[in-house]
């Protein structure tokens, strides 16, 4: 079983970690609707402020405010492939 398997005492493979330049938010909304995605875009004044990168692509990432709140928004580009029928 894997949990009988588990190794705690090996370096770990994968090591997230924060960068120092990363864009500071309240909050972080990711949604699989790309009408929601066009009606934020544009209802709202937003600006990218990062890029995630996968195997299927560029994600942009938009930073909109709202009640005074720095809201991250995205995406994803998986998302926009299956939609598209890639």
């Known amino acids: 079983m894997v949990t009988e398997a588990f190794d705690n005492q090996s370096n770990a493979i994968i ?11 309240d909050a972080c909304i990711m949604t699989f609707s790309y009408k929601i995605e066009e009606f934020v875009l544009a209802s709202y004044e937003c600006e990218e402020i990062a890029s995630l990168w996968s195997a299927t692509g560029r994600t942009p990432v938009y930073g909109i405010r709202y009640k005074g709140k720095r809201v991250a928004f995205l995406r994803p580009m998986w998302v926009r492939l299956r939609a598209s029928g890639q």
């Not at 090591?15 to 938010?25: I, L, Q, S």
């Open 15 to 25: 090591n997230p970690c924060r960068k120092e330049n990363a864009p500071r938010v």
